[in-house]
């Protein structure tokens, strides 16, 4: 199993990281990316069943990464993990391609929802 | 439009469990109550709403909150770890925040500034609403700024230049 997480907060990874172990995800499972331009090269080197990204970064945002992901087809699952979870966002996450939309904060609980009908658990 | 008090509370006491895995207790603040050098994350928010929310606190609660992000026992927080660790909780409090407000609205990536709080303000914008907390007994608190007129509104000094504001990493 390999996960990428995108955020260009280094604590933000920390935690979504350490939330994935208490979801029963294995450390070495996870991969880090600080921004969409960074993502874009692990996502095309390797192969990943999960994307977990944040929206706003620097350089390249999720939602671009998201529309070229889906633009170059097939595609990984892709999941914003953001602090913006209005109806918009999650309209715009949808049309991009992506699974859905986690908003921050979030728990253990509420990722495992989210992730493991994604993974076959 | 405005953001009432008790939905900045509820916001920041989930954001601080969750995050810091500490409570966001009430705290009666004053002008006095972050005296000397303050850290302050802030977050833009433009489009059919424009404003900021920012999260003034002592470098103290700084590091202790960046200890908590990082799950640091036994060091310290750098600059740079406890920057990110502030302007994350600024960005995921205005974020929240962000989706209470009216029509389609755009957030900034978060910026920190380091200052005297009297010295640290955003320009072009005023306080619509401030709520004190205290975290094991050390105040913070967090505004949410409405502009004023169309002009950008950066995190600056009170002279109008820039104070130490930082696009984190």
């Known amino acids: ?121 | 439009m405005s953001v009432e008090e008790r939905q900045i509370r509820e916001i920041t006491e989930s954001v601080w469990s969750s995050m810091l895995g500490s409570s966001a207790d009430a705290f009666d603040g004053s002008d006095t109550a972050l005296d000397g050098t303050v850290l302050t994350g802030c977050v833009h928010v433009t489009g059919a709403w424009e404003g900021a929310v920012t999260i003034c606190c002592s470098p103290l609660f700084a590091r202790a909150a960046a200890a908590a992000m990082f799950g640091l026992e036994d060091t310290e927080p750098s600059r740079e770890e406890t920057r990110d660790a502030l302007g994350e909780l600024a960005n995921v409090v205005g974020g929240n925040i962000k989706a209470l407000l009216p029509g389609t609205t755009h957030l900034s990536l978060p910026t920190v500034a380091e200052g005297n709080r009297s010295d640290i303000s955003v320009t072009d914008s005023r306080p619509m609403c401030t709520v004190w907390f205290a975290t094991a007994g050390e105040p913070f608190m967090v505004t949410v700024l409405t502009r004023r007129n169309g002009a950008r509104a950066p995190l600056s000094s009170g002279n109008g230049h820039a104070l130490r504001e930082e696009r984190l990493p």
């Open chain 1, 1 to 121: 199993m390999n996960i990428l997480v995108i955020d260009d907060s280094k604590a933000m990874r920390l935690i979504v990281r350490r939330t994935l172990r208490q979801a029963g995800i294995p450390d070495d499972a996870i991969q880090e990316a600080t921004n969409g331009a960074e993502a874009l090269k692990s996502l095309r080197q390797g192969t990943f069943d999960l994307v977990l990204s944040d929206w706003n970064m620097p350089e390249m945002s999720g939602i671009d990464l998201c529309t070229t992901l889906t633009s170059e087809g097939p595609k990984v699952p892709f999941v914003f993990v953001t602090s913006e979870g209005s109806q918009e966002m999650r309209d715009r996450a949808r049309s991009a391609g992506a699974v859905t939309l986690i908003t921050k904060p979030f728990n253990a609980e509420s990722i495992r929802s989210v992730i493991d009908p994604i993974l076959g658990r």
